[in-house]
């Protein structure tokens, strides 16, 4: 079973789920483009930090619905736990005719680091009698289950110990006059949201 492939596989699916949260957010009509603009950043970031609130399985791709069924792994209790420890501030907001961008800061803990030890942890469990009892109860989706509750538990461990980074993030104005996120250009933000994780797990 190759765990680390079919992580990087899945998780790379949820950031496209993100991509499309992204892009579908648009913001309220204010008297001010930049406040329009605030909206769409605000009522983005809303929704990562509130997952449950939300009908996401409709931005799911299929392999990526089918894999994390497979691992029995909840989507909104993952991104719960992903975003636990997140927070935004935006610092400036810029609007040049139908284009803005939005200066931020967003810090959360590094998805890469608790993935990183929690694999380190899960392999070394591996070899003990209640990962064989597991598995002969619950097969491989009951590895993955206790695989993310590692990550769950040292991304809670890691939250004094996050990072920042000062990001930018792009939006183009629609014909309706609303603001949307763009669909390019903003891989440094996602990443940001994840605590700079680039998945090199």
């Given at each position: ?89 935006v610092n400036e907001v810029t609007v040049e005719e139908d284009t803005a ?98 998945f090199n797990f």
């Open positions: 079973m190759n765990v680390k492939a079919h992580l990087k596989r899945t998780l790379t699916g949820v950031l496209v789920l993100l991509l499309a949260l992204c892009v579908c957010a648009c913001g309220a009509s204010g008297p001010k483009e930049e406040e329009q603009v605030q909206a769409v950043v605000d009522n983005t970031m809303a929704v990562f930090k509130n997952p449950s609130q939300n009908d996401l399985s409709e931005f799911l791709d299929e392999e990526t619905a089918s894999a994390l069924s497979s691992y029995g792994v909840d989507m909104n209790e993952f991104l719960t736990a992903a975003f636990k420890h997140m927070s935004y501030t961008q939005v200066a931020m800061t967003v810090t959360n803990v590094n998805l890469d680091t608790a993935m990183a030890d929690a694999l380190a942890e899960f392999d070394t469990w591996t070899d003990t009698d209640e990962a064989v009892a597991v598995y002969k109860e619950s097969g491989e989706q009951g590895l993955y289950q206790k695989l993310f509750e590692l990550l769950y538990a040292k991304m809670d461990e890691m939250a004094d110990a996050t990072t920042s980074a000062d990001v930018t993030l792009y939006l183009q104005k629609q014909e309706d006059g609303s603001w949307d996120v763009t669909s390019e250009g903003n891989e440094a933000f996602y990443s940001a949201l994840y605590g700079g994780a680039t």
